[in-house]
């Protein structure tokens, strides 16, 4: 992937969804009124398509040699009579993606599995809404399939509805994800539209005329009527620039999984980081930690995380390692794995290998990190902090230091010996090359949230919420369940110099806690390697990356 490319996707994954969540106010104009939910098989979510309004407008943009339109169309899937929810997982890397309804009846909980193929990762239903695009002509000019992550922008469509979403807010897209979980309250609807910002629809300015439906196989599955919204379209051309900027994020509409993340994390992942994984744009205060673990009626997602306020003093007492629950830390394979000439940051006119590394939690607690600065002094003392499951702090230990980077692309508090990585020789005894590095922590992507005390709805999403600034006296770094922390790096300092490296196949692994300073759960899984082949001359070297299984993403 080019530094253009990646700096482009940068720019998307900063598309809000305001503008489709705005959208949503006038479904409750054609939804049933309060109390008017329809009776049906108990437990069994009634679903609908509809279009939340009879006309739409559209921008047509022109950047980087493409044109088109983003054919968000405001339709939505409707969800009434009982949740819409399922669990997505795959057991390893080497076994299929396996889709699950989750049907909620009260007490009683049972589930469906969805037929073996049909959902292959964790983006959404594939192939679930057909759109046909026709001109003023009556002529089709377009005809597309596209894929309903039922996460997507989503609002109520009664009174009566839930107040709040507890669900995750998008679908993932990291390519090692291991487990996800998508969901549609009783009484809402999500954004059904769906498309790729890589592929614009290629429409002139004018009128047209878009048929929906849900494909046949869904409506057969779930039993939607085949109801076909027809919309009307304006495409008007983009004035200014057509530099893809502000315009586009004022008239964006919804992505769903396609930009996951706000914006602000983009220096923490380096200026030409891809999107991310998805995670939610709503970083609101979640307040004060209630209740953590797995008790009663919070091993769902819905457990709230510990506040991200660090504490105003030192821990004081003698420090302890209760025996409470405790993270696991886990690495991913690297992924995003491309050759740098070093212009974003390393020594221009040099090779280096840049890749993405991630370290996630699969728990069954968060990792709590806070650090201290004494005045003048310049790293800051890191502790890391211990909850029952009331979410009672038990205890703290010293767990080495944090220290300010002052780098384009980070200006943030690192916690020292989280994770490094290393490019290994091909029988992966001999270290080739070392990055070792600090990083700040923040739940960029959701990697499993099925595991036990998963938090669907993490707060500290991006740096903002996480890292602190340079005059900071104390900040507080949260890994939660379920999330993991992804480094592009392609930042200074952060991807390989291989301007000498001969070429042939190599390793590149990533360590989670290699200090063992940190405590976990497990300490005998902070592991990963990819494979790699270097190939080329200099200053035109070239990669290729194998299949790591069944995961055939470079």
């Given at each position: 992937?080019?530094?253009?490319?990646?700096?482009?996707?940068?720019?998307?994954?900063?598309?809000?969804?305001?503008?489709?969540?705005?959208?949503?106010?006038?479904?409750?104009?054609?939804?049933?009124?309060?109390?008017?939910?329809?009776?049906?098989?108990?437990?069994?979510?009634?679903?609908?398509?509809?279009?939340?309004?009879?006309?739409?407008?559209?921008?047509?943009?022109?950047w980087d040699g493409q044109?088109?339109?983003?054919?968000?169309?405001?339709?939505?899937?409707?969800?009434?009579?009982?949740?819409?929810?399922?669990?997505?997982?795959?057991?390893?890397?080497?076994?299929?993606?396996?889709?699950?309804?989750?049907?909620?009846?009260?007490?009683?909980?049972?589930?469906?599995?969805?037929?073996?193929?049909?959902?292959?990762?964790?983006?959404?239903?594939?192939?679930?809404?057909?759109?046909?695009?026709?001109?003023?002509a009556g002529q089709e000019?377009?005809?597309?399939?596209?894929?309903?992550?039922?996460?997507?922008?989503?609002?109520?469509?009664?009174?009566?509805?839930?107040?709040?979403?507890?669900?995750?807010?998008?679908?993932?897209?990291?390519?090692?994800t291991l487990g996800s979980?998508?969901?549609?309250?009783?009484?809402?609807?999500?954004?059904?539209?769906?498309?790729?910002?890589?592929?614009?629809?290629?429409?002139?300015?004018?009128?047209?005329?878009?048929?929906?439906?849900?494909?046949?196989?869904?409506?057969?599955?779930?039993?939607?009527?085949?109801?076909?919204?027809?919309?009307?379209?304006?495409?008007?051309?983009?004035?200014?620039?057509?530099?893809?900027?502000?315009?586009?994020?004022?008239?964006?509409?919804?992505?769903?999984?396609?930009?996951?993340?706000?914006?602000?994390?983009?220096?923490?992942?380096?200026?030409?980081?891809?999107?991310?994984?998805?995670?939610?744009?709503?970083?609101?205060?979640?307040?004060?930690?209630?209740?953590?673990?797995?008790?009663?009626?919070?091993?769902?997602?819905?457990?709230?995380?510990?506040?991200?306020?660090?504490?105003?003093?030192?821990?004081?007492?003698?420090?302890?390692?209760?025996?409470?629950?405790?993270?696991?830390?886990?690495?991913?394979?690297?992924?995003?794995?491309?050759?740098?000439?070093?212009?974003?940051?390393?020594?221009?006119?040099?090779?280096?290998?840049?890749?993405?590394?991630?370290?996630?939690?699969?728990?069954?607690?968060?990792?709590?990190?806070?650090?201290?600065?004494?005045?003048?002094?310049?790293?800051?003392?890191?502790?890391?902090?211990?909850?029952?499951?009331?979410?009672?702090?038990?205890?703290?230990?010293?767990?080495?230091?944090?220290?300010?980077?002052?780098?384009?692309?980070?200006?943030?508090?690192?916690?020292?010996?989280?994770?490094?990585?290393?490019?290994?020789?091909?029988?992966?005894?001999?270290?080739?090359?070392?990055?070792?590095?600090?990083?700040?922590?923040?739940?960029?992507?959701?990697?499993?949230?099925?595991?036990?005390?998963?938090?669907?709805?993490?707060?500290?999403?991006?740096?903002?919420?996480?890292?602190?600034?340079?005059?900071?006296?104390?900040?507080?770094?949260?890994?939660?369940?379920?999330?993991?922390?992804?480094?592009?790096?392609?930042?200074?300092?952060?991807?390989?110099?291989?301007?000498?490296?001969?070429?042939?196949?190599?390793?590149?692994?990533?360590?989670?806690?290699?200090?063992?300073?940190?405590?976990?759960?497990?300490?005998?899984?902070?592991?990963?390697?990819?494979?790699?082949?270097?190939?080329?001359?200099?200053?035109?070297?070239?990669?290729?990356?194998?299949?790591?299984?069944?995961?055939?993403?470079?």
């Amino acid at each position: 992937m080019t530094s253009q490319q990646h700096r482009k996707r940068v720019k998307r994954s900063a598309l809000a969804v305001s503008a489709a969540l705005a959208v949503v106010a006038g479904v409750a104009a054609t939804a049933p009124g309060a109390g008017a939910a329809p009776s049906s098989t108990p437990g069994k979510p009634k679903l609908k398509l509809i279009a939340a309004s009879n006309s739409v407008t559209l921008e047509r943009y022109e950047w980087d040699g493409q044109a088109g339109v983003f054919l968000d169309l405001g339709t939505y899937v409707t969800v009434d009579n009982a949740p819409l929810e399922f669990k997505v997982k795959r057991k390893s890397y080497k076994d299929p993606v396996v889709a699950q309804q989750i049907l909620r009846d009260g007490t009683k909980t049972t589930t469906k599995t969805l037929p073996a193929g049909l959902v292959k990762d964790f983006s959404g239903l594939p192939g679930f809404l057909e759109v046909s695009v026709k001109n003023t002509a009556g002529q089709e000019v377009a005809k597309t399939k596209g894929t309903y992550c039922p996460n997507n922008a989503s609002g109520r469509i009664r009174p009566d509805g839930a107040a709040t979403n507890h669900y995750p807010e998008s679908c993932p897209t990291n390519p090692f994800t291991l487990g996800s979980v998508w969901g549609v309250e009783k009484g809402w609807a999500s954004n059904s539209s769906t498309f790729d910002y890589d592929k614009p629809l290629d429409l002139p300015a004018g009128q047209y005329t878009a048929k929906v439906r849900v494909a046949k196989k869904y409506r057969d599955l779930f039993g939607i009527p085949d109801s076909r919204p027809t919309i009307k379209v304006t495409v008007r051309q983009q004035q200014g620039d057509g530099g893809g900027g502000a315009g586009l994020t004022a008239h964006s509409g919804h992505s769903g999984h396609a930009g996951q993340q706000a914006a602000g994390h983009a220096g923490h992942h380096g200026p030409d980081a891809p999107t991310p994984g998805a995670l939610s744009h709503a970083l609101e205060d979640r307040g004060l930690a209630h209740h953590l673990g797995d008790g009663r009626g919070h091993t769902d997602g819905s457990r709230i995380a510990p506040a991200l306020k660090p504490a105003t003093k030192r821990p004081t007492g003698r420090a302890s390692v209760p025996d409470v629950p405790k993270p696991d830390l886990r690495s991913l394979p690297a992924f995003n794995i491309a050759i740098s000439d070093g212009e974003d940051g390393d020594a221009p006119g040099k090779d280096y290998l840049a890749f993405s590394a991630n370290v996630w939690n699969a728990g069954p607690a968060p990792l709590v990190v806070d650090g201290f600065r004494s005045p003048g002094k310049e790293l800051m003392d890191a502790y890391q902090y211990f909850y029952d499951a009331n979410g009672k702090q038990v205890g703290y230990t010293p767990t080495g230091t944090m220290e300010w980077d002052p780098r384009e692309g980070h200006e943030h508090w690192h916690f020292t010996d989280f994770a490094s990585y290393r490019l290994l020789s091909a029988d992966q005894t001999k270290e080739v090359r070392s990055g070792k590095e600090a990083f700040c922590l923040a739940n960029t992507d959701a990697v499993d949230y099925t595991v036990k005390n998963a938090n669907w709805k993490p707060y500290n999403t991006d740096l903002s919420t996480a890292c602190g600034q340079e005059n900071s006296i104390s900040v507080r770094e949260v890994l939660d369940v379920g999330s993991g922390d992804t480094y592009t790096q392609d930042i200074p300092g952060q991807s390989f110099d291989i301007t000498d490296v001969p070429n042939g196949t190599y390793y590149i692994q990533v360590i989670a806690n290699p200090a063992k300073r940190l405590k976990e759960t497990h300490t005998t899984n902070n592991v990963a390697v990819r494979k790699v082949v270097l190939g080329g001359t200099p200053g035109a070297r070239t990669v290729k990356v194998p299949p790591h299984h069944l995961i055939n993403a470079g």
